[in-house]
């Protein structure tokens, strides 16, 4: 146990001690120069902050080779960056299977009683390394399960369908969102000529862009993402039994979403929020977790699932058609000791499966099994990559691969190959489905395209979307195609890919960016005969943890009695919602109240609710204008806002739904923990389109 000082809270932190055995072996690496007595390279004692030079005045000395040495090893201190996924955090954990599930699969870490160690990293794809981790992008979410049996990957990503069929487009679609070539911008967005350029090429894409438009674009953070293996796998039992899944991450705190101009803001002011989220989350001792669901498929060798092609990773199979079942659940407990290390370095692939995984025919999935070692031969500068601490498994690794750059093990013995009889590594003697599923397959040679009709998924999400949800997504589309400075790719988007969609959400989203409107009834106006609710998990009513929400204190009078603070701080800390007291200035307030943020050092976006305690301002006007503007902002993103007395909000004309004015704190905090439950958020009072005039 170790006392923590989270945002506002003191927290008792109960942080994972125990040696798994991931960390038994990755104790073995660990290097503590604390406090030592600096040496070189070659174990030297020397002092490397001043030069040799010719004087006090003088050149420096070539003969300086110990500072040369310094600052060779210095600009060498970068590996590439990843082509996408770059900027990114990772942490520890384990994988805990909830039973036995033999049947469908002989992998190892789904065997029952068995806990894995795992280290999963988030990133998202467009922004490099320095970037900001709230975009709007699609966020990365891949899992290394350390099981008993060798290493298994889960390599996916926050939203369920991808952008494309075909792996042979992928480098395109990756050009095509970076920045452009020309100009060198924008570096961490899509909104762009080229990027559109390449949506209206490919319709097939539609779904996936207009869920990352959507709110389930910007999660709150980490903690509240999702993940999805997008992709169509095989599980194989020990029968050699075949069966088709797709998989997918569950968080157990609900799924939390942010609006975008909360978001843009929190880049500006703070661009490692989700990072900084998840490393206080688990230093405070508050363990985010998922579920591990899959959905199953028959496979009767056709790879098609009511009608949904299983071969195409831009088609969801909505969990109302396939209810996904747990298999067993993720927890992250435990910070990386060093971001080079281990998350930098780590290195995934999809194609890192143990017995009883394997591949499907789905051509984005299959080009996915070599570039992942391609590139992390390439990041590593050596095809030793797999050697590093955080990539190894726990179980030994008995290859004969030998030499390359930096290989640092001492092998014994005089062979290295097999197989042979002077003693090297032999042949297992076990014949199993590991590299292959012996799958009976035919075809005639050619380049071929993967067919599937690209908008009636996209149409099931949109109308999936209440209208709060679906004015969201028209801005975003409007801000996104706002920015393409070609008009002709701009209307070709509404036209090619919206229109189909729907005519009216192509109508509203031309009349917000100015480009010519589809003619009324051009486009589709077929209604889906279902909506999904899975394809849009913000929609759910159902109540969702609290926990290591933030909620901001506003001391607008500069004084809190310690009665009020007692008794909104107490309901808080045993909700584990975390809270910080913002003033017009830090430190202490005339009650000794001690104020952890200021108007200038903190902004409402950092909150997720927000509790003013009103009286009247003590200091000057421009200070109460600065709190008009925090409660506003929060108001603006639909956040829940209590108020303690009464007057400030109603000074400012604001009122009505999520907002909670009481004399007593008590019933204040309640009703904002009530609110932070279910629904979170209340879109409900932002300004929507005149559809009827719009759509007519
Ligand atoms: Fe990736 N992807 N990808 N991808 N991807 C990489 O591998 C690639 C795709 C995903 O935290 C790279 O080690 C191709 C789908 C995540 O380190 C690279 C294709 C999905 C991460 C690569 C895809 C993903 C990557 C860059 C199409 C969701 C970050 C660095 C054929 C299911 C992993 C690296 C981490 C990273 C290639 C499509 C998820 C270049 C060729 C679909 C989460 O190898």
Not at 608 to 627: F, L
Request: proline share 6%; with cysteine.
């Amino acid at each position: 146990m170790k006392l923590l000082y989270l945002g506002g809270c003191l927290i008792l932190a109960s942080v994972a001690q125990s040696q798994s055995p991931k960390q038994e072996q990755l104790s073995q690496y660990l290097v503590d120069t604390r406090g030592q007595t600096e040496t070189t390279d070659t174990g030297v004692i020397d002092n490397t902050t001043t030069s040799l030079r010719t004087g006090p005045r003088g050149y420096v000395l070539l003969e300086d080779t110990i500072n040369r040495k310094k600052m060779l090893h210095f600009d060498r201190e970068r590996a590439p960056e990843r082509v996408v996924h770059a900027l990114g955090h990772a942490a520890y954990g384990t994988f805990t299977s909830y039973g036995d599930w033999s049947n469908i699969t002989s992998a190892c870490w789904l065997k029952a009683n068995t806990t894995s160690d795992v280290f999963t990293r988030f990133s998202v794809v467009v922004a490099g390394t320095g970037g900001a981790d709230t975009g709007r992008d699609t966020h990365g979410f891949a899992t290394k399960i350390y099981s008993e049996c060798g290493n298994q990957d889960l390599v996916g990503n926050h939203v369920p369908s991808f952008f494309i069929t075909d792996g042979a487009l992928f480098p395109d679609l990756v050009h095509a969102v970076k920045a452009e070539p020309d100009k060198g911008f924008p570096t961490g967005g899509s909104a762009h000529t080229t990027a559109y350029d390449f949506f209206t090429q490919n319709p097939e894409g539609a779904e996936q862009l207009m869920a990352v438009l959507s709110d389930m674009g910007i999660p709150r953070d980490t903690r509240h993402i999702a993940g999805n293996g997008v992709h169509t796998y095989r599980f194989i039992n020990v029968a050699g039994k075949s069966t088709l899944f797709k998989w997918y991450w569950k968080p157990m705190l609900g799924y939390r979403a942010m609006v975008y101009d909360e978001a843009t803001k929190i880049a500006g002011k703070n661009n490692n929020f989700q990072r900084i989220d998840l490393w206080n989350s688990i230093e405070a001792g508050m363990f985010p977790e998922w579920e591990f669901m899959v959905q199953i498929f028959p496979d009767d060798g056709q790879y098609r699932y009511k009608g949904i092609d299983l071969l195409d990773p831009t088609q969801v199979v909505p969990f109302e058609l396939n209810a996904p079942i747990a298999l067993g659940k993720l927890q992250l407990n435990k910070n990386p000791t060093n971001y080079f290390a281990e998350t930098e370095s780590v290195s995934f692939a999809p194609s890192n499966v143990v017995d009883g995984v394997s591949f499907v025919p789905d051509p984005l999935l299959q080009w996915r099994l070599m570039s992942y070692d391609d590139t992390a031969t390439h990041r590593h500068n050596s095809p030793n990559g797999y050697l590093l601490p955080v990539n190894r498994p726990v179980v030994p690794i008995n290859n004969n691969y030998r030499d390359g750059y930096m290989q640092p093990q001492l092998f014994k013995g005089p062979s290295d190959s097999s197989p042979d009889g002077i003693g090297g590594v032999q042949p297992s003697s076990v014949q199993d489905n590991l590299a292959f599923y012996a799958e009976n397959v035919s075809g005639t040679v050619g380049r071929y395209e993967v067919m599937n009709d690209p908008f009636t998924q996209a149409r099931a999400l949109w109308f999936t979307m209440d209208q709060y949800a679906q004015q969201h997504t028209v801005d975003a589309y409007r801000f996104e195609l706002g920015h393409v400075s070609d008009p002709n790719v701009t209307a070709r988007y509404i036209s090619k890919i919206l229109n189909p969609i729907n005519n009216c959400l192509a109508r509203r989203v031309a009349y917000g960016v100015g480009s010519p409107m589809p003619a009324i009834g051009s486009g589709s106006s077929a209604v889906p005969n279902a909506t999904y609710p899975s394809l849009f998990p913000l929609g759910s009513n159902t109540s969702m943890p609290v926990t290591g929400l933030m909620v901001g204190i506003l001391s607008t009078s500069d004084s809190i009695s310690a009665s009020t603070y007692d008794a909104l701080t107490s309901v808080l800390k045993s909700n584990q919602v975390l809270f910080e007291v913002v003033a017009s200035h830090l430190g202490p307030l005339a009650s000794g109240i001690i104020a952890n943020q200021s108007y200038v050092t903190t902004s409402s976006i950092f909150y997720d609710a927000i509790i003013i305690v009103s009286g009247s301002p003590q200091n000057s006007s421009i200070v109460s204008m600065t709190e008009q503007g925090f409660v506003q902002e929060a108001f603006g993103h639909g956040k829940p806002i209590g108020e303690v007395g009464t007057g400030f909000l109603t000074s400012l004309s604001l009122g009505g739904i999520g907002t909670f004015v009481d004399g007593s704190a008590g019933n204040v905090v309640n009703a904002v923990i009530g609110a932070l439950e279910t629904p979170g958020r209340y879109p409900q009072r932002q300004p929507l389109d005149d559809v009827g005039t719009i759509c007519g």
